[in-house]
């Protein structure tokens, strides 16, 4: 699927007022790092107003980084925040805050109001799991190739978090995938 087809589902999907909590959508954007994950998310927010909430800012503290939590398919991402302070809330129509993670430093920064919107998306690697996608109306996939994933990687990181990348990221990564089937049938898949 294109950018502009992708558009045109989340339109429909709108339009047809079918959804619970106030006629709210809630878009997650998954796929590998590198992908255009957080490109497509920025394109789909200026296109409809939404919001984004990055599960980069739901990483797990350093101190809950134990190899039994991590050998959870997934279990980097603090999902049980993310879900308690964002998904859960957001879909009931409450005002929604949250408190991003400092991952470079390790710590929770203040806490924010998230914008009032229709549509909010969720963005990142972790966001089909069941706590989330549980709640999601649309959920893409984006799968990009291997090779322009890492020309992405080298221009983006420092040599010393690209080796973290390879080393560590990515395979907890495609455990997540393998774990879950992702993408599944119900993702709406883009291929660059």
Not at 48 to 56: E, K, M
Not at 100 to 129: F, Q, T
Not at 173 to 180: G, P, Q, R, T
Request: net charge negative; glycine share 4%; charged share 35%.
């Amino acid at each position: 699927m294109t950018l502009d087809e992708l558009e045109r589902e989340i339109q429909r999907r709108l339009e047809e007022h079918r959804y619970p909590a106030a006629e709210r959508l809630l878009v997650t954007i998954d796929g590998p790092c590198a992908s255009g994950k957080t490109t497509l998310a920025k394109k789909l927010a200026e296109v409809f107003g939404a919001t984004v909430v990055h599960t980069d800012e739901y990483v797990i503290p350093h101190g809950q980084k134990t190899p039994e939590r991590l050998a959870i398919p997934g279990g980097n991402c603090d999902v049980e925040r993310l879900s308690k302070e964002v998904v859960i809330p957001w879909k009931r129509g409450d005002k929604v805050f949250i408190r991003r993670y400092d991952c470079r430093n390790d710590r929770l920064l203040p806490e924010e109001k998230l914008p009032d919107c229709r549509m909010l998306i969720i963005e990142g690697s972790y966001s089909n799991l069941p706590m989330i996608r549980e709640h999601a109306d649309v959920r893409a996939f984006v799968n990009t190739p291997w090779e322009i994933r890492k020309e992405r990687l080298i221009r983006r990181e420092s040599p010393q978090y690209l080796q973290m990348f390879y080393d560590r990221w990515i395979p907890l990564e495609d455990c997540y995938f393998d774990a879950y089937g992702l993408p599944d049938r119900e993702c709406i898949l883009l291929t660059e």
